[in-house]
């Protein structure tokens, strides 16, 4: 019985400490960017002839607390990019592991042409649901995620594109299909594997529309894995689904489509056919087959 808690607590364990050691990293880069928010403040507005000393010590605690959350995109962008080669070294580790249990098979990589027609469906998946839920007023109705929107998209253009549309999937990846997804399925089917993984993936976004959203993206990026037996797969198609996104919140390029509630139902509609039809051709055509297992393959 003891040994079945054991591996029990092992399994849990291993599924959830990468998360776990990112919000850890979170917290601490979010600790000491406050204080040092709060000590340039003080020493910006100190002063010793103040008449009213506790006002004076409330102004600048809220100065300070104004200037961290102006800074929240920066504090978990430096988070990511700190957790991130710890998520790869995890990576290449547990398929170190697996390779010693099972010989790893090695396929021959998909044509440009087919990662192409990926990163269409991915265009697609980021148009269609963002449609979709703007189109059926989810978004007004989620404070949550009103409040978590206007903090990813306040930094410029360029930065949203190298952190929210790089280095986040970059970190997504890794914790969620690179790691729980491969270690889910050691304990359970692929189907069962990629459906809680992609649950575990829309509650970490915190909010009823960014689990809308990624619940399904999970399940597509796991699809691309496994289709396209590379781990550039998913992370195509994450990078190509945020850049949209990012565009779509921080340039006009794509006003037209969601100008009104009919407008946003329709390219909510149209995404969504980009999507299917995508998957179709993709099911029918993209098919690798085994190569020399002395050949090696980039991830």
Request: proline share 3%.
């Given at each position: ?7 029990w ?104 042409a ?42 410029s ?28 399925k ?83 509609g149209?995404?969504?056919?980009v ?15 085994p ?9």
């Open positions: 019985m003891e040994g079945k808690r054991d591996n607590f092992k399994t849990i364990w291993r599924l959830f400490y990468p998360l776990l050691l990112h919000f850890g990293i979170m917290i601490l880069v979010s600790t000491i960017w406050s204080v040092v928010v709060y000590v340039l403040v003080v020493e910006k507005n100190w002063s010793a002839g103040e008449a009213s000393m506790i006002e004076h010590l409330q102004e600048m605690a809220y100065q300070a607390m104004e200037g961290i959350l102006r800074s929240t995109y920066y504090i978990t962008l430096v988070a990511d990019l700190i957790v991130l080669p710890f998520l790869y070294l995890f990576f290449r580790q547990d398929k170190k592991q697996r390779e010693k249990v099972e010989p790893e098979i090695k396929y021959g990589h998909a044509s440009p087919e990662y192409l027609l990926l990163a269409v469906v991915a265009f697609g998946a980021c148009i269609g649901f963002n449609g979709l839920i703007a189109g059926l007023g989810l978004i007004e109705v989620d404070e949550t995620y009103q409040e978590v929107s206007e903090l990813l998209y306040s930094a253009l360029p930065m949203q594109l190298f952190g929210t549309a790089l280095v986040v999937p970059l970190c997504e990846e890794f914790m969620f299909r690179g790691l729980m997804y491969n270690r889910l050691e304990n359970m089917s692929a189907g069962m594997a990629m459906i809680t993984a992609s649950m575990v993936f829309g509650l970490y976004h915190g909010n009823m529309v960014q689990m809308l959203y990624a619940f399904p993206l999970s399940c597509m990026m796991i699809y691309a894995y496994e289709k396209y037996h590379s781990f550039l797969a998913p992370i195509l198609f994450h990078v190509v689904a945020n850049g949209v996104a990012v565009l779509i919140t921080g340039t006009d390029l794509f006003d037209f489509l969601f100008s009104g509630q009919i407008m946003r139902l329709l390219t909510g149209v995404g969504l056919a999507v299917y039809g995508g998957l179709r051709i993709i099911r029918d055509t993209v098919k690798l087959e190569v020399d297992p002395a050949s090696k393959v980039e991830l």
